[in-house]
């Protein structure tokens, strides 16, 4: 295994609670919640239920093939002028598109439902009215209606905050209120973003700020009924704006959560740990990736390291500095991916470097970096998504994007340029590519 420790990780570890001898999630478990085995939600290949892709990994179904050229003027076939503000991606299940969006001055957190054939605007739904949080108070580039709902096919799972606690709402698919939880204090320092996770009957909501306490709960799909909870390591510095996602790897369904400070593993079913293992980074936003026995992780703020854990572990078992840990480096020129996920493709890894919008390419055997693009340079919150055997790379700070060549090699194979940034991933559905910027949604094709 290879790791690197530079004296100020050190000295972060020796000033942080929740240090690898001191992991203090417990589990309390409600078993008249039932798990159905045999559950299968309602999603088809029509479908783009989660932002992460019908996989959960960033890729679109290998049938896609999305255009290499757009414009203002080419390759449009409609767009929507979006109201407010947010940086939710699209959900888009049975024909119609969800979106996120907030109206400060009206104080307001809502949904959007388009049409997906027309871009008609079907209903926008006020989710929450009442005080929010000031953004001027987190960080200039956040945003009360940033998380991306899900579906199962029958229902909408949506999680947002109020000015001091974060929900969990269920919807059907015309926007009718279902049912409501709590995820307890949102005191987030960034404001709150971790979207839910589903899995078989059960959804997943995470709330894991600073200075409050750190929650991961399971609900019952239909009745909203808390099936389990975990209580995570309570730190005052530490939060993470990840989303849970339940990842097969290493023979089983694992629920992967990329922070508070650490990677963690738990059994969907129970909420039981199976392992975790610390990397110490204040704040993580990206999702992890995973191929075989193996999770990729990219730390995030702070730390900028990436990692590759052995998913075997069970028993809650601290994995640091264990033979699970296959590689722990901190890449030399290139800061690891903050905000945007990693991907895995055709045995190689992939990152975008937030401040410049490069895309490296990372040998998953030893977390060596083999390339980094060197095109001018712009930022990206965006998600690298593989569509038609390529990689397409939207930027935040401009309308660019950049279509790569996956390979040993970096080839660009095109650039195309709308008015707007995307701090949201793309979803390529029916040959096309849905974009919600911060200005317009777009739906690419020929």
Same mark, same amino acid.
């Given at each position: 295994?290879?790791?690197?420790?530079?004296?100020?990780?050190?000295?972060?570890?020796?000033?942080?609670?929740?240090?690898?001898?001191?992991?203090?999630?417990?589990?309390?478990?409600?078993?008249?919640?039932?798990?159905?085995?045999?559950?299968?939600?309602?999603?088809?290949?029509?479908?783009?239920?989660?932002?992460?892709?019908?996989?959960?990994?960033?890729?679109?179904?290998?049938?896609?093939?999305?255009?290499?050229?757009?414009?203002?003027?080419?390759?449009?076939?409609?767009?929507?002028?979006?109201?407010?503000?947010?940086?939710?991606?699209?959900?888009?299940?049975?024909?119609?598109?969800?979106?996120?969006?907030?109206?400060?001055?009206?104080?307001?957190?809502?949904?959007?439902?388009?049409?997906?054939?027309?871009?008609?605007?079907?209903?926008?739904?006020?989710?929450?009215?009442?005080?929010?949080?000031?953004?001027?108070?987190?960080?200039?580039?956040?945003?009360?209606?940033?998380?991306?709902?899900? #579906?199962? =096919?029958?229902?909408?799972?949506?999680?947002?905050?109020? +000015?001091? &606690? !974060?929900?969990?709402?269920?919807?059907?698919? *015309?926007?009718?209120?279902?049912?409501?939880?709590?995820?307890?204090?949102?005191?987030?320092?960034?404001?709150?973003?971790?979207?839910?996770?589903?899995?078989?009957?059960?959804?997943?909501?995470?709330?894991?700020?600073?200075?409050?306490?750190?929650?991961?709960?399971?609900?019952?799909?239909?009745?909203?009924?808390?099936?389990?909870?975990?209580?995570?390591?309570?730190?005052?510095?530490?939060?993470?704006?990840?989303?849970?996602?339940?990842?097969?790897?290493?023979?089983?369904?694992?629920?992967?959560?990329?922070?508070?400070?650490?990677?963690?593993?738990?059994?969907?079913?129970?909420?039981?740990?199976?392992?975790?293992?610390?990397?110490?980074?204040?704040?993580?936003?990206?999702?992890?990736?995973?191929?075989?026995?193996?999770?990729?992780? #990219?730390? =995030?703020?702070?730390?900028?390291?990436?990692?590759?854990? +052995?998913? &075997? !572990?069970?028993?809650?078992?601290?994995?640091? *500095?264990?033979?699970?840990?296959?590689?722990?480096?901190?890449?030399?020129?290139?800061?690891?991916?903050?905000?945007?996920?990693?991907?895995?493709?055709?045995?190689?890894?992939?990152?975008?470097?937030?401040?410049?919008?490069?895309?490296?390419?990372?040998?998953?055997?030893?977390?060596?970096?083999?390339?980094?693009?060197?095109?001018?340079?712009?930022?990206?919150?965006?998600?690298?998504?593989?569509?038609?055997?390529?990689?397409?790379?939207?930027?935040?700070?401009?309308?660019?994007?950049?279509?790569?060549?996956?390979?040993?090699?970096?080839?660009?194979?095109?650039?195309?340029?709308?008015?707007?940034?995307?701090?949201?991933?793309?979803?390529?559905?029916?040959?096309?590519?849905?974009?919600?910027?911060?200005?317009?949604?777009?739906?690419?094709?020929?």
């Amino acid at each position: 295994m290879t790791r690197i420790f530079p004296l100020f990780l050190v000295l972060c570890v020796a000033m942080t609670s929740c240090s690898p001898a001191d992991d203090t999630s417990t589990t309390s478990r409600d078993k008249s919640v039932t798990i159905n085995s045999d559950h299968k939600m309602s999603v088809t290949e029509k479908d783009w239920a989660f932002w992460r892709g019908p996989t959960l990994n960033g890729k679109a179904a290998p049938s896609e093939k999305p255009p290499t050229e757009w414009s203002e003027e080419k390759n449009i076939l409609w767009s929507y002028d979006i109201p407010g503000k947010g940086y939710s991606s699209p959900c888009i299940v049975q024909g119609k598109i969800y979106f996120s969006t907030s109206d400060e001055k009206k104080q307001t957190i809502s949904l959007i439902c388009l049409d997906q054939k027309s871009g008609k605007q079907l209903w926008i739904k006020d989710i929450y009215q009442g005080e929010l949080r000031d953004i001027e108070s987190a960080h200039r580039d956040s945003c009360v209606a940033s998380t991306t709902p899900v #579906s199962n =096919g029958e229902a909408l799972f949506f999680t947002y905050p109020t +000015l001091d &606690e !974060a929900f969990l709402v269920a919807l059907d698919l *015309d926007g009718k209120e279902l049912w409501k939880a709590s995820l307890g204090p949102a005191k987030h320092k960034f404001i709150f973003s971790s979207s839910p996770g589903l899995w078989k009957n059960l959804v997943f909501g995470l709330n894991a700020g600073m200075n409050g306490a750190h929650f991961l709960i399971a609900f019952d799909q239909k009745s909203g009924k808390q099936a389990w909870k975990v209580t995570l390591p309570d730190n005052d510095t530490q939060e993470t704006h990840a989303s849970p996602v339940v990842l097969n790897v290493a023979g089983r369904d694992q629920l992967i959560l990329a922070g508070p400070s650490n990677l963690f593993s738990y059994d969907p079913a129970t909420g039981e740990q199976n392992w975790w293992y610390f990397i110490g980074s204040k704040t993580f936003v990206g999702m992890p990736a995973v191929h075989g026995k193996s999770v990729f992780a #990219s730390s =995030g703020y702070n730390t900028h390291r990436m990692v590759r854990i +052995l998913a &075997e !572990a069970t028993g809650g078992k601290n994995v640091t *500095d264990t033979e699970y840990e296959e590689w722990n480096i901190k890449p030399r020129g290139f800061k690891a991916p903050y905000v945007p996920s990693i991907l895995y493709h055709d045995g190689l890894l992939y990152g975008v470097e937030d401040e410049t919008a490069h895309l490296a390419c990372f040998d998953p055997e030893t977390g060596k970096k083999i390339w980094e693009s060197d095109q001018e340079e712009g930022h990206c919150y965006s998600s690298p998504m593989l569509a038609d055997g390529k990689i397409y790379v939207f930027q935040d700070d401009s309308g660019l994007c950049r279509i790569y060549q996956p390979g040993r090699e970096c080839k660009v194979l095109a650039e195309n340029e709308l008015d707007f940034g995307a701090y949201a991933s793309p979803v390529f559905l029916d040959n096309k590519i849905y974009l919600r910027t911060n200005g317009k949604f777009y739906c690419i094709g020929k």
